[in-house]
Every structure is written in C-alpha cells, then in structure tokens.
T-cell receptor, first 113, second 116 residues
Framework: AQSVTQLGSHVSVSEGALVLLRCNYS??????LFWYVQYPNQGLQLLLK??????LVKGINGFEAEFKKSETSFHLTKPSAHMSDAAEYFC???????????FGSGTKLNVKP | GAGVSQSPSNKVTEKGKDVELRCDPI?????LYWYRQSLGQGLEFLIY????????KSGLPSDRFSAERTGGSVSTLTIQRTQQEDSAVYLC??????????????FGNGTRLTVT
C-alpha cells in the first residue's frame, strides 16, 4: 500500500528562518514524489517533483527537497522564509504501477514577522 | 496556455437538490482526477479518468455521486440529492499521462459547494 505522512499539521517560523516541512512515504516500488502549495481560495500549485533523476530537487520560490530512499523521506526546505510563503503544503506520491496520487494531510506554514 | 478551469467557482444549493460541477482540463491531458477537500482536511480522492473511461471510481462516497468525461476533455461531477456533509471544495486536476509516467497533476481553483 502507498501512503504519505506529513509530520506537523502546523509549522510556525520567523521571517528569514529555515523552513523544514517533513514528508515520509510508504511505497512498495520506486515512487514519484511531489510537493504542492495551496494559497487560500486557490487550487494546488506544483512546487517541485522527484522522478528518479537527481535526489536533490530544486523547485520554485527557492524551495528544494531531497529524496532519501534509506529514510523513505522527501522533506521540503527553504533557507530563508518569506512572509509570502505562508500557505498550506502537501506532499504527494505516485508510481508507475498505480493510477492514484496519494496526498499527505498537509502542513500549514505560518511565517511570523 | 490555459490551465485547468472549473465552474462554477462557488455554488450554494439547498439540501436535496442536484448539482453539476464542470472541469475543463489542460488541452492534451489524457488523465483527469476529481478530489474533495473538506474544511481543514486533506485531499480525498474521488475518481480518475483516462480518456473517457474511469478505471478507478473507488473514491466516490456514495451512489449519489457520479462523473463522466466526454471527448477526452470536459468532465462533469454530479451530486444528486445533496446533503450538508457534501459541503466542500471540489478540485479537478489533469495530467499529461496519469501517475505512471511521473507527470504531475495540474489543479484548477476548485468549486466551493455549500449545501444549506
């Protein structure tokens, strides 16, 4: 079975501080992994994706994520938080032998001035 | 190019009425997904289309929910005899080739359904 776990439904950081949003996946086959961001009253926007190329993936808005197979993790990071990063972030997994995208429950990021 | 378009953006309906939600995917995207997002909840998978066929309807919560896709393009999600627990944001997403090729989902802005 495939699943995604996001640790921490709410994360709060100060502006300029490191952002770390955690995602662990469970997949019986090599996965494709994605991070999405959702701003209020909008759909989900793709931040970045891992599709078995480089394990360190750079995305938009200065975010990046590292695929660690040994830890079954795909944590999202950004060196310096900006107020505009306040949003909800979703990790998702899919794979070549199943037709669903499995989403985590989301992490709301709050950025304090 | 145009992204995924959903209409209406907001819908208020009375309990017991039927509603239709429309999704226009990105041109050329063969896969189309419907998800439901309830207040404070994550994304709940409803149904997946590859072309006009729906190989996976496992997420539809009851037989009041149905969906179709025509011409490999536009999809309609229909909810019959709406109930208050159907209130949620319904998100549509399309993908170039489904999950098997690593293609990401592209989401619309959703339809916010409120059942009074």
């Amino acid at each position: 079975a495939q699943s995604v776990t996001q640790l921490g439904s709410h994360v709060s950081v100060s502006e300029g501080a490191l952002v770390l949003l955690r995602c662990n996946y469970s997949s019986s086959v090599p996965p494709y992994l994605f991070w999405y961001v959702q701003y209020p009253n909008q759909g989900l926007q793709l931040l970045l994706k891992y599709t078995s190329a480089a394990t360190l993936v750079k995305g938009i808005n200065g975010f990046e994520a590292e695929f660690k197979k040994s830890e079954t993790s795909f944590h999202l990071t950004k060196p310096s938080a900006h107020m505009s990063d306040a949003a909800e972030y979703f990790c998702a997994v899919s794979g070549y032998n199943f037709n669903k995208f499995y989403f985590g429950s989301g992490t709301k990021l709050n950025v304090k001035p | 190019g145009a992204g995924v378009s959903q209409s209406p953006s907001n819908k208020v309906t009375e309990k017991g009425k039927d509603v239709e939600l429309r999704c226009d995917p990105i041109s050329g995207h063969t896969a189309l997904y419907w998800y439901r997002q309830s207040l404070g909840q994550g994304l709940e998978f409803l149904i997946y289309f590859q072309g006009n066929s729906a190989p996976d309807k496992s997420g539809l919560p009851s037989d009041r929910f149905s969906a179709e896709r025509t011409g490999g393009s536009v999809s309609t999600l229909t909810i019959q005899r709406t109930q208050q627990e159907d209130s949620a944001v319904y998100l549509c997403a399309s993908s170039l080739a489904g999950s098997g090729g690593g293609s990401p989902l592209h989401f619309g802005n959703g339809t916010r359904l409120t059942v009074t």
